[in-house]
């Protein structure tokens, strides 16, 4: 394989990572506070349909972006309360959201703009792409890390900021007690119910920029359903990193490098087309069947 071909999927790796690696940190969060956020798909949808019709509608693609936020922090707050008021099941609460966004913006879209399928306004631009000075002239170096979109970067400046927040920050440490132990947090006086709606609209609006990272971070469309599952991806890329951002960010890393060597497979090879594309799918469960293993083993060697 040549150095320019490694650099390309170095390149697309960073760039396909960036939706998994937001939509993690999201996940991240609410599983800090014993909150699944199954729900990801769903915002993260919402997220790419507002920034594109947001975009068109006011003519400017940031504005777009700051209510595909807004947008999936509102249906995260309808999420919340049901779930930390009312009880509600979590598998059952984040599957409704996932299933109304999917039925939700299809529908819109034919009443809407009498688009079935797919919407691309014309004179939307998508997100600019940034240039890193001294980096961009740097062989190979530049070639992977300059001219990615501004949310490639802004993704990667996240989990430093997540982090941060988690371990050097009171509200992380109130996040960090209330998922290790719900009943001795409250007895210790920390708003568990408050510290919960924090961690999922935190999530909500990070779902909603991993969301138009796909619909306007490259192009400038929206397609039906265009989240494909990345949600549940970004869920197992924080098991993967026992929910701690940096391995977290290693995991979405992993995740996105296979995504773009699937569609290298089909390309490149005679290969039948389902088997790549099963290839990050394949890659979740097996990543997955390993940390379960690795917790049996340690509960036997703790057992012992």
Not at 26 to 33: E, P, T
Not at 164 to 185: D, Q
Not at 229 to 257: E, K, Q, S, Y
């Amino acid at each position: 394989m040549s150095v320019e071909t490694v650099s390309s999927v170095l390149f697309a790796s960073l760039r396909v990572t960036t939706p998994l690696l937001l939509a993690a940190l999201a996940g991240l969060i609410s599983q800090r506070v014993n909150l699944l956020n199954i729900a990801l798909d769903g915002l993260m949808l919402f997220g790419a349909f507002a920034a594109v019709v947001f975009g068109a509608l006011f003519g400017n693609t940031w504005l777009g972006l700051l209510l595909a936020m807004l947008l999936s922090t509102l249906i995260t707050l309808l999420f919340a309360v049901v779930v930390i008021e009312f009880k509600a099941n979590l598998i059952v609460a984040g599957l409704a959201v996932n299933i109304l966004a999917t039925g939700l913006t299809s529908y819109l879209l034919v009443v809407l703009f009498d688009a079935r399928g797919a919407y691309s306004p014309e004179g939307l631009e998508s997100l600019p792409r940034i240039a890193l000075p001294g980096i961009d002239s740097i062989p190979v170096v530049g070639e992977i890390l300059s001219g990615h979109g501004v949310l490639v970067y802004v993704s990667w400046l996240m989990v430093l900021v997540v982090a941060f927040m988690l371990y050097r920050t009171p509200l992380g440490i109130h996040m960090r007690s209330v998922g290790e132990h719900l009943e001795a947090s409250e007895t210790a006086g920390i708003p568990v119910k408050r510290v919960q709606y924090i961690a999922l609209l935190l999530g909500g609006a990070l779902a909603g920029l991993a969301g138009a990272q796909l619909s306007v971070g490259n192009l400038t469309l929206f397609t039906d359903n265009m989240i494909n599952g990345r949600g549940f991806i970004a869920l197992a890329a924080v098991f993967f990193g026992a929910a701690r951002p940096g391995l977290t960010a290693i995991g979405c890393f992993i995740f996105g490098m296979f995504e773009i060597l699937q569609f290298r497979l089909q390309t490149a090879t005679s290969i039948p087309a389902q088997l790549p594309q099963m290839l990050p799918y394949l890659i979740v469960v097996v990543v997955l069947t390993g940390i379960n293993l690795q917790k049996r083993r340690r509960k036997v060697v703790k057992a012992e």
